[in-house]
């Protein structure tokens, strides 16, 4: 029988241990593959301007980085799973380098299998994937794939690298352990040994403490301090997570155990009992995917909350569909004109609506307003409610005498600030106390016009104006001309007209639609490799979590017979299984789950809107995807319990 | 059936292999073991004493024939009952302990109690008779690779006897004992066997395991063959008789090889 026979005997036989890995590596392949093949996707690179092509390259190394990453760690386990395999091999006569070439061999042909169908499938899905990108970026035209040799080429390579390094790993493994230590090496397990007293419970309990100061200081890093602030809040959570890994879990373990004084029982037996005896080995594997998790959640999270109110935040940006105007002179009022004649011609029905703008200066001067982070002094446009409402803009109306205060560029900032809160309207003769009873989401006017926007009612407006307004005062009044398209599906056509007509007559480009599409596509993108890079990471996690616990699994195998034959039937033995399953899995989820809870809402000054649905959704599809990881493990469990007696 | 009788087979067979290369490893067992009996199965390899074990402790089915323990007909269980059966009425002891690493000589001890039949405190009280006829008392919070392999069979021996067992089976207990072990762990067994009245089916190769049984049972090629009963004789003299009769049927496995 040649090596050759050997290792295919081998493979056929250890298959149902593969497949898994297998299916983890065609599944890393397919997606390098994708990121390469969109990468160099001309269609691509010129939707974006190049953007998209170096945003894919980042994440395709990043994607090279997480999939290495998992290779190696699967195969070391694999490796010392197949220990007494091995040390057979090397009992019968074959030497350490056979051994290793045989190893090296099989892992070449699983590898190289596993890139072939990757790299086929990966030519299949891509298109799928391109669609997917492209409505996700909302480009709705027609899209053909070209086959890219370079994504073929760079996959390829980038796998025969990974190849060589699995390789190297079993020449190491194999090279440095002795016959003896082969045989061992399945039955090797720490002991838990018994805690010392005072400085398990100092630890343990500094741990607890890390984390909620790391949670409570994200609450609170709003000032000078902020980038100092992040790399405290991350530097404690994860020392925090280590810690509680390392010896809070085994310590309240320890504590409970001694409180049942023996009477563990059967469940106790297989839970607390077996995690205790492995927990020192998987605090680091442990740790790093609860804080990996947390950063892939609240990463999914935020680039899904981002893309899922982009319309949302874009339209409270840009209240107006067009928007024309400025102070004093008519100019704007005839280039509408030309504007809306052109949408006339075209058939697109519009609302047309003037909005008369007056232009005073304001001051915060109380204390509980941002004073501390705003310009004392800064101008304000004041806008009567009621051509606001001519214009089709569904506002609230102030109470008589007080205001609403309006500014998407300090909303983040503002939004905490206690109302009421008074500001000073000033001209250089006269001033006025104004009350602030609410401060909105978003803008009133649309930008670069806006500035900060008080809204209030047309017999205050009246008043304001009657007050404030003379003839040297006159060049502070303008008017804004609004112009909102009808129905909904001629925004793009009108856009275009809009981008032709700012072009010719080289005024600046800012309207909704156009912002709305250019957010849109870097929102999309954002959360096409988001999505994307966090599914990876999750299988990657889900099967290494599943690799171990089926190592586990063939070790406690022994120990399944003897509690068959003591007389407990496969479903009591399940039972503490489970348990075990729900720590395993349970337990790095909800802290990750956690983290990233918190991680998400020190973030949220970012958005505007509440983003508890989006990123509950994304959790959710998490955790039911890790769901799947847990059952398939108490799966295996089953199987090797009913096969035990 | 006699009020005493804790087991009764009656003509079991045990077959495996599918049809075509049958091999019928049990022909035809008759056994009745009463109360308080410390039962010894011998025989030279391949005689079938481990299938009997098993076939006689539920572990295993048998093809044909009945089982009565106590008054229950296990051959007519169905799995669960029989889980539960080997859990309330049967204790095993095995060649290499089978004790759980990852607990507590006291928790593997009381492991078999766990499913919470049995108040806490009455277990406790059974542990503390058992561990101090055991001699393990001290050993309860130590974990079994802290403690030799004579302390690991103790504490086996205390994990069947822990509910109480109308039966105990053990597989070859001294197997990997060292002689000095062996003969305490056996004189254990012995008193517990006299001053408890606890019934004791032991299978084992040595002869010196065996006299202290009170009926040894020779098997060969899956029937009984043999067997002799110690009465009054001491140990010595019993040691002897049993070494006469496996001489016999050692030779003849000798031969036939």
Same mark, same amino acid.
């Given at each position: ?48 301007? $190049? ?52 190893? /090296? ?11 072939? /169908?990757?790299? $086929?499938?990966?030519?299949? *899905? ?70 010392? =007293? ?16 790391? +949670? ?106 067009? &928007? ?25 029905? +519009? ?40 214009? $089709? ?40 106390? *104004? ?14 016009? =806006? ?98 616990? &089926? ?56 958005? &505007? ?20 990881? =847990? ?9 090797? *319990?009913?096969?035990?007696? | ?44 390899? #391949? ?139 056996? #004189? ?70």
């Amino acid at each position: 029988m040649t090596l050759f026979d050997l290792v295919i005997r081998s493979m056929r036989k250890n298959i149902k241990h593969y497949y898994l890995y297998f299916f983890a590596l065609i599944f890393s392949v397919v997606l390098y593959f994708v990121f390469a093949t969109l990468q160099h996707d001309p269609a691509v690179v010129q939707q974006s301007g $190049g953007t998209m092509g170096t945003a894919f390259k980042v994440a395709g190394i990043l994607l090279l980085f997480i999939a290495g990453t998992f290779v190696v760690y699967a195969n070391a386990i694999f490796l010392k799973r197949r220990s007494r395999e091995i040390g057979l091999y090397q009992l019968i006569g074959l030497t350490k380098g056979a051994v290793a070439r045989l190893l /090296i061999l099989e892992n070449t042909l699983l590898s190289a299998g596993a890139m072939a /169908i990757g790299i $086929g499938a990966g030519m299949i *899905v891509s298109r799928l994937f391109l669609l997917l990108l492209m409505k996700l970026v909302g480009f709705d035209g027609f899209i053909e794939l070209t086959f890219s040799k370079t994504a073929v080429l760079q996959t390829i390579i980038v796998f025969i690298a990974i190849i060589l390094l699995t390789s190297l790993q079993m020449l190491v493994a194999v090279r440095r352990t002795t016959l003896l230590g082969l045989f061992n090496a399945e039955k090797q397990g720490e002991h838990p040994k018994k805690p010392k =007293a005072v400085r398990s419970a100092f630890l343990a309990l500094l741990g607890i403490g890390l984390i909620a100061f790391g +949670y409570w200081l994200s609450g609170r890093m709003m000032n000078v301090f902020l980038f100092i602030n992040m790399l405290v809040v991350l530097a404690t959570t994860i020392t925090g997570t280590y810690l509680l890994f390392r010896v809070t879990i085994s310590w309240l373990f320890y504590q409970l155990r001694k409180r049942k004084q023996g009477h563990l029982g059967l469940n106790g037996s297989l839970s607390i009992a077996t995690l205790m005896h492995r927990m020192k080995g998987n605090a680091n594997s442990l740790t790093i995917i609860t804080v990996l998790s947390a950063m892939t959640l609240a990463m999914l999270a935020g680039s899904y909350s981002l893309y899922y109110s982009t319309e949302r935040e874009t339209r409270s940006i840009y209240p107006h569909d067009f &928007m024309f105007g400025g102070y004093g002179d008519a100019q704007e009022e005839k280039e509408t004109k030309q504007f809306t004649e052109e949408l006339d011609r075209q058939g697109i029905s +519009y609302l047309y609506t003037p909005i008369e703008v007056m232009n005073l200066d304001g001051q915060f001067f109380e204390e509980a307003t941002m004073t501390k982070w705003l310009p004392q002094m800064f101008s304000v446009n004041l806008v009567n409610e009621k051509q606001l409402q001519q214009a $089709g803009i569904d506002i609230e109306i102030p109470d008589g005498r007080t205001a609403y205060f309006y500014d998407a560029s300090v909303y983040w900032l503002m939004k905490t600030t206690e109302v009421p809160f008074s500001v000073k309207l000033t001209n250089p003769e006269k001033e006025l106390d *104004v009350s602030i009873t609410k401060v909105k989401e978003g803008n009133i006017l649309n930008p670069p016009f =806006a500035g900060t926007q008080l809204v209030v009612d047309d017999e205050f407006y009246q008043e304001i104006k009657e007050q404030f307004i003379n003839e040297e005062e006159a060049h502070r009044m303008g008017t804004f001309f609004s112009v909102m398209i009808s129905d909904k599906d001629q925004q793009a056509e009108a856009s275009e007209i809009y981008q032709d007509f700012t072009k010719e007559n080289d005024r600046l480009n800012f309207h909704y639609y156009g912002q709305y599409v250019s957010t849109m596509q870097y929102t999309g993108l954002l959360i096409f490799i988001a999505g994307f890079l966090g599914l990876v990471f999750l299988i990657s996690t889900g099967s290494i979590l599943y690799f171990k616990q &089926m190592t586990e699994a063939d070790q406690e195998k022994r120990s399944y017979a003897t509690l068959r034959q003591l007389g407990f039937t496969v479903q009591d033995i399940m039972r503490g299984i489970v348990r075990k399953q729900v720590f395993v899995f349970g337990v790095p989820l909800v802290i990750g789950l956690l983290h990233s809870i918190f991680a998400i809402k020190a973030a949220s000054f970012l958005f &505007m809107s509440d983003i508890t649905v989006p990123a509950s959704i994304a959790m959710a599809i998490y955790v039911l995807i890790y769901l799947i990881f =847990a059952l398939l493990t108490v799966g295996y469990y089953r199987k090797t *319990v009913k096969a035990a007696l | 059936m006699e009020q005493n009788t804790v087991l009764h087979a009656q003509n079991v067979r045990k077959s495996f292999g599918t049809r075509g290369n049958v091999q019928e490893v049990l022909r035809g067992i008759d056994l009745r073991v009463l109360k308080g009996e410390f039962v010894g199965i011998m025989g030279p390899s #391949g005689a079938g004493k481990t299938t009997l074990l098993n076939v006689l402790a539920t572990i295993d089915r048998t093809t044909e024939g009945s089982i009565l323990i106590g008054n229950a007909d296990i051959s007519r269980m169905k799995d669960r009952e029989l889980s539960a059966f080997r859990r309330d009425k049967l204790g095993f002891i095995f060649q290499d302990y089978n004790l759980l690493d990852t607990l507590t000589v006291k928790e593997n001890i009381l492991l078999p109690v766990s499913l919470g039949k049995m108040h806490k405190r009455v277990a406790e009280d059974h542990f503390k008779s058992i561990a101090d006829i055991l001699g393990i008392k001290e050993l309860a919070n130590k974990y079994p690779h802290e403690i030799s392999g004579g302390q690991k069979q103790r504490t086996s021996a205390a994990r069947a006897l822990i509910n109480k067992p109308s039966l105990v089976f053990a597989d070859e207990p001294t197997g990997a004992l060292d002689s000095k072990s062996a003969s305490s762990l056996l #004189g254990t067994l012995e008193d517990v066997n006299k001053q408890r009245g606890v019934t004791i089916m032991m299978v084992t190769h040595d002869p010196v395991a065996s006299s202290y049984c009170s009926r040894v049972v020779f098997l060969k090629d899956g029937k009984i063959y043999s067997e002799l009963y110690r009465g009054d004789k001491t140990r010595q003299a019993f040691f002897q008789e049993i070494l006469k009769v496996q001489g016999v049927l050692g030779g003849d496995s000798v031969d036939t090889l």
